[in-house]
């Protein structure tokens, strides 16, 4: 019993710093892409912890909540639609073999759902402004940013698992010493 109790406490002080870092986003709003990058590196604390079972619960608790609660339609669709689960299934897509493999794996799992969050903003929330600060740029705006995006999201995978390895190194031994006594 007391290792469920410690998954539903680790999963609940996850999801209110994920929140309280979402809601910041109001404060913020320049740090509209990169709040959910660290949000969805929490949820991948909760994955290392517990497992993805419960990382998963704590995005879906997350996510429903944001949507509620947190007051930038862009940050809480890119955690939504991306940000929130990939450090969860990111485990999963580096086991893939050979490695182009799990490059276009990797690449078509970030395109596919920040396309369509962006789809989404732009069409069902009516937000089409976002562009109009960039129109100097013409028909290279849309292919530019994409190819931004996804130098961005490369060094987002590398950064999410050197960050692991400082997790399972550094802090983890730390934290389960100081527990054994």
Request: some cysteine; aromatic content about 18%; charged content about 15%.
């Amino acid at each position: 019993m007391e290792r469920k109790s410690y998954k539903i406490s680790l999963g609940g002080v996850v999801a209110s710093l994920c929140l309280l870092m979402m809601f910041l986003t109001a404060i913020f709003p320049p740090f509209s892409i990169v709040v959910p990058m660290f949000t969805g590196m929490l949820i991948g604390v909760v994955a290392e912890e517990a497992n993805r079972k419960w990382a998963l619960v704590t995005y879906a608790a997350v996510s429903v909540l944001c949507l509620f609660m947190t007051p930038s339609c862009e940050s809480t669709m890119l955690f939504i639609m991306f940000f929130g689960y990939y450090p969860v299934i990111k485990g999963l897509l580096d086991k893939l073999k050979p490695a182009p493999i799990r490059w276009i794996v990797k690449l078509v799992c970030f395109n596919v759902p920040v396309v369509l969050c962006y789809w989404i903003i732009a069409n069902l929330f009516g937000i089409y402004d976002m562009w109009s600060d960039f129109d100097f740029l013409g028909k290279y705006l849309i292919p530019g940013l994409l190819l931004l995006a996804n130098f961005m999201f490369l060094m987002y995978d590398y950064t999410l698992g050197s960050v692991a390895i400082m997790y399972e190194k550094w802090f983890r031994p730390t934290y389960l010493s100081s527990h054994k006594k």
